[in-house]
């Protein structure tokens, strides 16, 4: 079961949401959000939580932290939902009903879902980054963003689906995707993802240290991977071990 946990008080209504989750290519999505999280020194609000999620904490300056995480903007009217681990397949549908849940409950107003893609044609394109829209007028936001419309593809994971649920409902939401590297964490990518996140809520983030910190990034994020495969994995051998009779 997946469950919102949010803290007292805590008020999203006439919000945007930023999502960036790290099934996507590059890891762009996480690496984005963070950096977003880190300069506009979001406030934590709340996090997600199930017991389908394979059982791993992130620890941050000394303090353990759920691995999807919910922030407020301290002054504009922006939350970003973060999350830092592989989403299981199996839950994919239902925490992507639990978010668009959320925004209702909250009266969060449009998502805009950041994160990587890797062209499968074509010339590669380093400052290139492409939307899908859910509703047919919000098109015209991505003219003026200067990001080009996807017409034919595939969007995978919690964030593909969301925005196909985010259709059936008529609910604004924008995914905006970076051409990134395939198997390496993607820093360079996601800061053009967070160039065209300034453009939107008139914000200055600087990119220059996302780019200049590119390899400790993509070490730091590599490490991240690594550490939560191997625990989903040390976590199913355990499930699929027998259990010893206490009594024999």
Do not use: W
Request: hydrophobic letters at 35%.
């Amino acid at each position: 079961m997946v469950q919102v946990k949010l803290k007292k008080n805590t008020d999203l209504k006439g919000t945007t949401m930023i999502e960036g989750f790290s099934g996507g290519t590059g890891l762009v999505g996480t690496i984005a959000a963070n950096y977003i999280i880190e300069k506009e020194e979001m406030e934590p609000v709340g996090h997600i939580e199930s017991d389908k999620f394979p059982p791993v904490i992130h620890i941050h300056e000394g303090k353990p932290q759920h691995p999807i995480r919910i922030y407020k903007h301290p002054k504009k009217d922006i939350c970003v939902l973060i999350g830092e681990l592989i989403i299981p397949s199996e839950i994919t549908q239902e925490l992507s009903n639990k978010i668009l849940e959320l925004t209702e409950e909250q009266g969060i107003e449009k998502i805009v879902s950041i994160g990587g893609m890797r062209k499968t044609t074509g010339k590669r394109d380093r400052e290139k980054v492409y939307g899908i829209t859910s509703k047919e007028d919000l098109k015209k936001e991505l003219k003026e963003l200067d990001v080009e419309p996807i017409k034919e593809g595939i969007a995978m994971g919690v964030s593909g689906v969301m925005l196909a649920k985010a259709a059936e409902k008529e609910y604004p939401a924008i995914s905006l995707l970076a051409e990134s590297r395939r198997n390496l964490p993607d820093p360079e990518a996601a800061a053009e993802i967070v160039k065209k996140i300034n453009k939107i809520f008139e914000m200055e983030i600087e990119t220059k240290e996302l780019k200049e910190k590119a390899k400790d990034i993509e070490q730091k994020m590599q490490k991240l991977v690594k550490r939560v495969k191997r625990a989903k994995m040390k976590y199913k051998e355990s499930e699929e071990k027998p259990i010893s009779p206490m009594y024999g």
